[in-house]
C-alpha cells in the first residue's frame, strides 16, 4: 500500500522511528512523501532517498553517536569556557558534523539538494525565531530568496535538528537580512497537518509515528522545583500546537511510541540500549498494525 509518513521529533529516541519504519517496510507500505521534525526530519530524508529500515539501521550501528558532537577548541583554559560559546556562539554543540555526516549518506543514494527528489517528496519543520515564524522546507525558501531546488537537504535536515542552546542554530539570508534558524520542535514537533487537513482531500492513507503518548494517556507534569517547571514549559510549548490539531480521528492513524527513561541528548547511549530502542519501535508499529484500519 502506498502512503504519507510522518516523523515527529524527539532526539536520540527517534532510534524507535526506525524500528517502526522496518515493520510498516515489512508490511509492504511504501512512503510516497515523508515529513519530519528534528529526529524525525533525518528519518523522513533517509525515507525520501529510498534507504531501507534496515540500511538505516545498519548506518546507525556504524556510528559512534558522540562523534556529532563537535565542541568548538577551547583556547580558554579554565572549565567554564564552554559556557562562553554557549552565550556567543548559542549552542554548545556546532552541528557541522551532523550536516556533514548527512551530507555523506544522502549522496550515497544521490541526494544533495531538493531537486534530486521528486517534488513534495519531503518536507521538514525548523523555527524562525529571528521573524517568530514556522518554517516548512524547501516550501518556504523563495520567501528568503532562495530556490529550493539548489538548497540542500542536508542543511535543512541540520536547520530541523538545531535544538536550542545544544546545536548551534542557522543563519539563513544575507547579513543585511539573516534570520537565525532553530529545531522545528520548537513550533511543531509532528506536523501530521501537512498531510491531514479537515479541508483537504487525503491523496492517500496518512501514518504518523510519534515518540510520545495518546494524549488522554499522557502523564502529567510532575513540577517540584525550577527545573521541573522549565521541562513542563518546554515540552507544552513544543507540543501544544500538534495536541490542539490530533483529534481522535486522527489517532486512529498515529502510532504512539512512549519513550521514557531515555533522554533526547543522551547520545552516549551503548548499542545494545540503541537497540533495544528501535526494537521498542518495531513493538509498538507491530501493535498499531493489529487493529488499524483504513
Not at 123 to 143: E, F, H, Q, W
Not at 213 to 232: R, T, Y
Request: hydrophobic share 45%.
Amino acid at each position: 500500500m502506498h502512503i504519507d509518513g510522518v516523523f515527529s521529533g524527539g532526539g536520540i529516541k527517534g532510534l524507535a522511528l526506525i524500528g517502526a519504519y522496518e515493520v510498516l517496510e515489512e508490511k509492504g507500505f511504501t512512503f510516497e512523501r515523508v515529513a519530519g521534525t528534528s529526529a524525525g526530519s533525518i528519518v523522513a530524508a533517509f525515507v525520501a532517498a529510498k534507504y531501507t529500515g534496515k540500511e538505516i539501521a545498519g548506518m546507525l550501528e556504524q556510528l559512534n553517536l558522540s562523534t556529532l558532537l563537535d565542541e568548538r577548541k577551547l583556547l580558554i583554559p579554565f572549565p567554564f569556557a564552554k559556557w562562553l560559546f554557549l552565550y556567543w556562539r548559542l549552542g554548545l554543540y556546532k552541528g557541522i558534523a551532523l550536516e556533514k555526516w548527512l551530507e555523506e549518506k544522502l549522496a550515497d543514494k544521490g541526494i544533495r539538494t531538493f531537486s534530486d527528489l521528486p517534488k513534495d517528496s519531503l518536507r521538514v519543520i525548523a523555527s524562525d525565531i529571528t521573524n517568530g515564524v514556522m518554517l516548512v522546507l524547501p516550501d518556504d525558501l523563495p520567501k528568503y530568496g532562495i530556490d529550493p531546488a539548489s538548497f540542500s537537504v542536508a542543511k535543512a535536515i541540520r536547520m530541523s535538528c538545531s535544538l536550542p542552546f545544544f546545536f548551534e542554530p542557522v543563519a539563513l539570508g544575507t547579513k543585511q537580512n539573516k534570520s537565525i534558524i532553530v529545531d522545528g520542535g520548537v513550533l511543531s514537533n509532528f506536523p501530521m497537518w501537512l498531510f491531514d487537513k479537515e479541508n483537504v482531500k487525503k491523496i492517500r492513507p496518512v501514518i504518523g509515528i510519534r515518540l510520545s503518548h495518546k494524549q488522554s494517556e499522557h502523564p502529567k507534569h510532575m513540577i517540584k522545583n525550577a527545573f521541573h517547571l522549565f521541562g513542563a514549559m518546554f515540552e507544552t510549548m513544543k507540543d501544544a500546537h500538534d495536541s490542539r490539531y490530533i483529534s481522535r480521528k486522527h489517532e486512529k492513524n498515529i502510532i504512539f511510541i512512549p519513550s521514557e527513561g531515555v533522554m533526547s541528548t543522551e547520545f552516549t547511549l551503548t548499542k545494545e540500549k540503541q537497540g533495544e530502542i528501535i526494537q521498542f519501535g518495531r513493538d509498538y508499529a507491530k501493535k498499531f498494525l493489529r487493529t488499524w484500519t483504513y
